[in-house]
């Protein structure tokens, strides 16, 4: 049976829901299709569920060193992966019903579920049911990257995916992979008692920061014992005896557990993309305009499977700059947005902006003012000394170069991003009187004290 609707939007994750109930209230009739759990990557097995784990593994960590801090834990710290478990589904059941509820509960919108294809440019079909639409909107998103290894998938392997189904301790978890989702992992199964091994096949972990980010994340992570390799070219992988062996270049690493964690690739390959006349860039993501407008007039992509952002920050944005252009009539465009993540190990790391390398080659006269956590009183008080500050500045223009650089400390980034965003000069931060005792409030004290970018090894 076909059903002429006025929007379907294909996707639940961090856009499609929004972007459905905007659209219903707004009088529409609309179709929300899910094949698997709503909320999609973030709420079932990426940013809640991880961070859930990383504060069990946090737990785990600050109970082992409860000593330093004056407190005695008698009995030792031992770790329930089932009650971590249980714990996690617990908060990303809560995020989906809550999900569940605010989509049945708004008129004019249905949810459908099932695999959504497109049939032609107007209609999708979800099994029998097809459905024809004035407007589409895709948020399909993205999987995990799963590499041509030989030997990989002859035997068990994990992916962010089925690592949330793990409800036992590897003896020996090894992680393909030196990148945010990898290292995540790295330390909240290190701090979970596992042994941990990342091989990562580039010359420094996370390879789009600066180097002594990157150098800074690596002591963290080896002082609390994971074990980090570098220049590590994974050749083949072999099963046997229920072990697993990953051969490289740099030699053979043995371990009980396999974390393939190398990057995401677009859910757009059995879309009927091709049906619709969807254009594709090299990588198979949807290319789209700065309105998120494709290459069709009356279908929008929405989220990661845009290769515009890889975040659920991003994909929400995605959503708030459609619902502008079309509902509000304020033109908002992707291109105003300011580049912004998190990297949650432990302390995080938050960055806004250019880093370093695009600094240099951009050719403004760039100030740059670091300060290391030791210097900061909450880092202090915390026993949570590691990591710093750092912010560039334009010498010339006072601005923050479009975008700017913060080091270790990931809520304190957002004080540099909001003057970005308000174009403002620096010296509305390095004026501002901060609370005490924060790291924020050592932001204005950064700032105070800027030296050449160049002059810098
Ligand atoms: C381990 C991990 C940790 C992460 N941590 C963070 C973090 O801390 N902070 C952060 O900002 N980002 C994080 N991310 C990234 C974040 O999860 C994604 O960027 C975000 O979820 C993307 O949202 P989206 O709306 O584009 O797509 P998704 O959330 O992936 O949703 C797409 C939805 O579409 C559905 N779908 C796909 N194809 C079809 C089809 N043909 N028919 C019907 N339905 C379909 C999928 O089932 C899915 O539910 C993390 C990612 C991972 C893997």
């Given at each position: 049976m076909k059903q002429k609707l006025d929007a379907v939007v294909i996707g639940a994750g961090q856009a499609g829901p929004s972007l459905a109930v905007r659209l219903a209230q707004a009088g529409k009739r609309v179709a929300l299709v899910e094949r698997r759990g709503l909320g999609g990557t973030c709420v079932n097995d990426g940013c809640i569920p991880t961070k859930t784990l990383i504060a069990s593994a946090r737990a785990a960590w600050m109970a082992r060193s409860a000593a330093s801090y004056g407190v005695d834990v008698s009995g030792g710290v031992s770790i329930d992966m089932k009650r971590v478990k249980a714990r996690k589904d617990a908060?990303?059941?809560?995020?989906?019903?809550?999900?569940?509820?605010?989509?049945?509960?708004?008129?004019?919108?249905?949810?459908v579920s099932g695999h959504a294809r497109f049939e032609d440019a107007r209609t999708v079909r979800v099994g029998e049911?097809?459905?024809?639409?004035?407007?589409?909107?895709?948020?399909?998103?993205?999987?995990?990257?799963?590499?041509?290894?030989?030997?990989?998938?002859?035997?068990?392997?994990?992916?962010?995916?089925?690592?949330?189904d793990v409800d036992e301790l590897p003896e020996h978890l090894v992680i393909v992979g030196g990148s945010y989702v990898a290292l995540e992992f790295a330390q909240m199964y290190r701090r979970f008692g596992a042994r941990v091994t990342v091989l990562e096949r580039g010359p420094r972990l996370i390879a789009r920061d600066d180097e002594d980010v990157s150098a800074e994340v690596r002591r963290v992570l080896e002082l609390e014992g994971v074990d980090v390799r570098v220049d590590m070219k994974v050749s083949r992988v072999e099963h046997a005896a229920g072990r697993v062996v990953v051969v490289t270049d740099g030699g053979r690493v043995e371990g009980s557990h396999l974390l393939v964690a190398v990057g995401r690739v677009p859910n757009t390959d059995d879309?009927?993309?091709?049906?619709?006349?969807?254009?594709?860039?090299?990588?198979?993501?949807?290319r789209v305009d700065d309105e998120l407008r494709t290459n069709l007039p009356h279908v929008w992509a929405v989220g990661d499977c845009n290769g515009r952002g890889a975040f659920t920050h991003t994909s929400y944005n995605d959503y708030e700059i459609v619902a502008a252009n079309l509902l509000d009539g304020d033109a908002r465009r992707v291109s105003d947005r300011i580049p912004i993540y998190g990297l949650f190990v432990d302390p995080p790391l938050g960055r806004v902006g250019m880093n370093e390398a695009e600094a240099r080659a951009s050719g403004r006269r760039v100030l740059v003012g670091k300060r290391p956590m030791t210097r900061v009183g909450r880092a202090r008080e915390r026993g949570e000394t590691h990591g710093f500050i750092k912010v560039m500045v334009d010498g010339d223009t006072k601005e923050i170069p479009r975008r700017g650089d913060l080091g270790i400390g990931d809520e304190a980034v957002h004080a540099i991003a909001d003057v970005m965003y308000a174009r403002a000069p620096y010296t509305t931060i390095s004026r501002a009187v901060h609370t005490h005792p924060t790291v924020s409030e050592l932001v204005p004290t950064t700032l105070q004290s800027l030296e050449p970018l160049a002059a810098r090894p």
């Amino acid at each position: 049976m076909k059903q002429k609707l006025d929007a379907v939007v294909i996707g639940a994750g961090q856009a499609g829901p929004s972007l459905a109930v905007r659209l219903a209230q707004a009088g529409k009739r609309v179709a929300l299709v899910e094949r698997r759990g709503l909320g999609g990557t973030c709420v079932n097995d990426g940013c809640i569920p991880t961070k859930t784990l990383i504060a069990s593994a946090r737990a785990a960590w600050m109970a082992r060193s409860a000593a330093s801090y004056g407190v005695d834990v008698s009995g030792g710290v031992s770790i329930d992966m089932k009650r971590v478990k249980a714990r996690k589904d617990a908060v990303v059941q809560e995020s989906r019903e809550s999900l569940a509820s605010w989509i049945g509960s708004t008129k004019g919108l249905t949810l459908v579920s099932g695999h959504a294809r497109f049939e032609d440019a107007r209609t999708v079909r979800v099994g029998e049911d097809l459905f024809e639409a004035e407007q589409v909107f895709v948020n399909v998103g993205a999987r995990a990257f799963v590499p041509d290894i030989p030997g990989l998938t002859s035997g068990p392997y994990l992916t962010n995916t089925s690592m949330m189904d793990v409800d036992e301790l590897p003896e020996h978890l090894v992680i393909v992979g030196g990148s945010y989702v990898a290292l995540e992992f790295a330390q909240m199964y290190r701090r979970f008692g596992a042994r941990v091994t990342v091989l990562e096949r580039g010359p420094r972990l996370i390879a789009r920061d600066d180097e002594d980010v990157s150098a800074e994340v690596r002591r963290v992570l080896e002082l609390e014992g994971v074990d980090v390799r570098v220049d590590m070219k994974v050749s083949r992988v072999e099963h046997a005896a229920g072990r697993v062996v990953v051969v490289t270049d740099g030699g053979r690493v043995e371990g009980s557990h396999l974390l393939v964690a190398v990057g995401r690739v677009p859910n757009t390959d059995d879309l009927g993309i091709e049906r619709a006349g969807i254009e594709l860039d090299a990588r198979r993501y949807i290319r789209v305009d700065d309105e998120l407008r494709t290459n069709l007039p009356h279908v929008w992509a929405v989220g990661d499977c845009n290769g515009r952002g890889a975040f659920t920050h991003t994909s929400y944005n995605d959503y708030e700059i459609v619902a502008a252009n079309l509902l509000d009539g304020d033109a908002r465009r992707v291109s105003d947005r300011i580049p912004i993540y998190g990297l949650f190990v432990d302390p995080p790391l938050g960055r806004v902006g250019m880093n370093e390398a695009e600094a240099r080659a951009s050719g403004r006269r760039v100030l740059v003012g670091k300060r290391p956590m030791t210097r900061v009183g909450r880092a202090r008080e915390r026993g949570e000394t590691h990591g710093f500050i750092k912010v560039m500045v334009d010498g010339d223009t006072k601005e923050i170069p479009r975008r700017g650089d913060l080091g270790i400390g990931d809520e304190a980034v957002h004080a540099i991003a909001d003057v970005m965003y308000a174009r403002a000069p620096y010296t509305t931060i390095s004026r501002a009187v901060h609370t005490h005792p924060t790291v924020s409030e050592l932001v204005p004290t950064t700032l105070q004290s800027l030296e050449p970018l160049a002059a810098r090894p």
